[in-house]
């Protein structure tokens, strides 16, 4: 009797061990010892990255505002910066984060509040010499 289920269930233990092999090779890991007459498996070595990152490029909620402020020539108030957030990269920012931010920017002079509008610091020798370095032929 114990031959005879032995015997029977043969083919689906070769099959088990296939499928474990597979799935070690899958996913790189060390393949679990199984006692058998058969020779072990050769091990597989994990696919190596490429180095280039997919999807979105990961930006801080600094350089989303300075770019939303970019944006914004004449300058923007919270809200419409929020907005400016929301619309760009779908996503939606506590106010008192984003105050914060600006607060913060405000006091390593990067932006400037003024009359209730946050806008960027502007230098006015930077556009000169920006200007100046592009020919545009008209």
Known sequence: MVA?????????????????????????????????DAAPAPK????RKSGLGRGRIKRSLEDMILAALRAHDEGADTGSILESLERRWNRSFQESRVVDELRRLSAANTVVLERGHWRLKVQPDAWTGEAAAHHVAA
Do not use: S, T, W
């Not at 269930?9 to 058998?36: K, M, Q, S, T």
């Not at 597989?44 to 696919?47: D, F, K, L, N, S």
């Open 4 to 36: 005879a289920r032995a015997k029977a269930a043969e083919p689906f233990e070769e099959e088990l061990r296939a499928v474990n092999i597979a799935l070690a090779a899958l996913d790189g890991a060390p393949l679990i010892e199984v006692e058998h």
């Open 44 to 47: 597989a070595e994990p696919a």
